[in-house]
Structure formats: structure tokens, C-alpha cells
């Protein structure tokens, strides 16, 4: 059932966040709400996998470009952008399967530095567009996540 599937999500979303030291997990919320993990992979760049739900689970994986980004004396601010894939399964009202391709383009603030807690802030739009299927993809995503940093 679909509780069965998002409750191994999570727990395969947190078993890989302490499983690797660079890594940020949370929560998504937007027109596609959910939980987000990124995994570092190289000192610019990350590995973002979402589970998100609109009329059904959407997995996506997305490759990033971090890069830091300057706003008068705002320090631990970045902007990144990248994309990936994503893949759906409804079954709110019938089984369907979706497939599809995802950009990301967005800023993230480290609070850490204020607040002695390592927590990340970020908003960004997230366009998908399905290949397959066609509930999945969505040109409007925009979403704010908060992410502790591991």
C-alpha cells in the first residue's frame, strides 16, 4: 500500500543520511511537499533525492551546482541549479505511472553561523515535465525546504 512504500522511503532516505557525513535531509514544502536529501559529491556540487506527493509518490534525482553567492554583507549564501529525473506512482484513484525530466535552479542560506545548529534554508523552482504519463510534471513547482546538515 502506499503507507508501506512512504514509510520505507523515509527510512531509506535517513539509513543513506548517516551513512555518509556530507549530508543534508528535511523537508520540501510547496506545491509538491515532501522530504529532500542532498548528498555532497565533490566540494561544489550535490546529489538531491526528493519524495514528494501530488496525487501520488513522485521520486526525483536531481545533479546540482552549488555556487556561493554575494549580497552586500550577507555572508552563507549560495546559489545552485541542475536537474535530473524524476519517476511517479498514483494510486490515489487508479494505478499510474509517470516518467519524467526536472530542472532546479535555486538559493540556500546555512544558518549555522547564527544560530549554532546546523540547519540550511532554501527556495527554488523546480520545473518537470513528463516523458511518460502526465500528472507527475508540473511547470509551477516552487518550493521552500529547511534541511539539518549531518
Do not use: C
Not at 5 to 26: E, T
Not at 99 to 124: N, Q
Request: aromatic residues 12%; glycine residues 12%.
Amino acid at each position: 500500500t502506499m503507507k508501506k512504500v512512504i514509510v520505507i522511503a523515509m527510512i531509506a532516505l535517513l539509513a543513506v543520511s548517516f551513512a555518509f557525513a556530507q549530508m543534508d535531509a528535511g523537508l520540501r514544502g510547496g506545491l509538491r511537499s515532501g522530504l529532500t536529501g542532498r548528498l555532497a559529491a565533490g566540494e561544489s556540487n550535490k546529489i538531491e533525492a526528493l519524495l514528494t506527493f501530488r496525487s501520488g509518490l513522485i521520486v526525483t534525482g536531481m545533479y546540482q551546482w552549488h555556487k556561493p553567492l554575494q549580497i552586500g554583507e550577507i555572508e552563507n549564501l549560495s546559489w545552485y541549479f541542475g536537474g535530473g529525473l524524476h519517476v511517479g506512482i498514483s494510486t490515489w484513484w487508479t494505478s499510474a505511472f509517470a516518467l519524467g525530466i526536472d530542472a532546479i535552479a535555486g538559493v540556500e542560506y546555512d544558518l549555522e553561523p547564527l544560530i549554532s545548529f546546523p540547519l540550511k534554508v532554501s527556495l527554488d523552482y523546480k520545473p518537470a515535465f513528463d516523458i511518460i504519463g502526465g500528472w507527475a510534471g508540473s511547470l509551477a513547482d516552487i518550493a521552500f525546504s529547511v534541511r539539518y546538515t549531518f
